[in-house]
């Protein structure tokens, strides 16, 4: 089975810090991630799929990258209500699985 | 307005079973795949089942498999999820979610507890 590892397990940044998560599937996946904010006591959102195809809805702040076995998700300048935990997620084929989340933090 | 509400958790002992529902409306429900995310207690998430449209293929996470079994009556918009020998480590928030063009899940209903214990 493809795993899925996250880095890193969590950071501290300041408002208007540019942030950057990486995601490392252990076999290739072409570009079948996804990205999911889940914010204190609260259901995931999705952020992105396919990589980098930002959902309706998502700030523009947010973008994803990447293809093969490495992505990214970047805020491009982290703001208060950007605190949560981010997971990533290989969607090729079931059975799916998600990366172990990267907690983010102001500052 | 896709909505997705979960039902049928609760306290159940070691061994014991329960089955989850998870009603859906503001949608075609037989167009999408269909997956159970489950996050045990300050753990991160793990996708435990999937099943596609017409409910003639399912899939299952290695830690459930042969336990847990996911169907779907696309006559009621409902997705279930029979849980069988449950284990401590089985205790979590259940998820209902509707899926994209990949294993992607667009939308999340709120969740149901499950929890394991004597």
């Known amino acids: 089975d493809i795993q899925m590892t996250q880095s890193p397990s969590s950071l501290s940044a300041s408002v208007g810090d540019r942030v950057t998560i990486t995601c490392r599937a252990s076999?290739?996946?072409?570009?079948?991630l996804a990205w999911y904010q889940q914010k204190p006591g609260k259901v995931p959102k999705l952020l992105i799929s396919?990589?980098?195809t930002l959902q309706p809805g998502v700030p523009s702040r947010f973008s994803g990258g990447g293809s093969g076995t490495d992505f990214t998700l970047t805020i491009s300048s982290l703001q208060p209500e950007d605190v949560a935990t981010y997971y990533c997620?290989?969607?090729?084929?079931?059975?799916?699985?998600f990366g172990p989340g990267t907690k983010v933090d102001i500052k | 307005e896709v909505q997705l509400v979960e039902s049928g958790g609760g306290l159940v002992q070691p061994g014991g079973s329960l089955r989850l529902s998870c009603a859906a409306s503001?949608?075609?429900?037989?167009?999408?795949?269909m997956s159970w995310v489950r996050q045990a207690p300050g753990k991160g998430l793990e996708w435990v089942s999937g099943?596609?449209?017409?409910?003639?293929?399912?899939y299952y996470a290695d830690s459930v498999k042969g336990r847990l079994t996911i169907s779907r009556d696309n006559s009621k918009n409902t997705l279930y999820l029979e849980m069988n020998s449950l284990r401590a480590e089985d205790t979590a928030v259940y998820y209902c979610?509707?899926?994209?063009?990949?294993?992607?899940?667009?939308?999340w209903g709120q969740g149901t507890l499950v929890t394991v214990s004597s």
């Open positions: 979610a509707r899926d994209g063009s990949g294993w992607y899940s667009e939308f």
């Open positions: 503001g949608f075609t429900f037989s167009s999408y795949a």
């Open positions: 099943i596609i449209g017409s409910g003639d293929r399912t």
């Open positions: 076999q290739g996946i072409s570009i079948y």
């Open positions: 396919a990589a980098s």
């Open positions: 997620q290989k969607c090729n084929s079931a059975p799916s699985t």
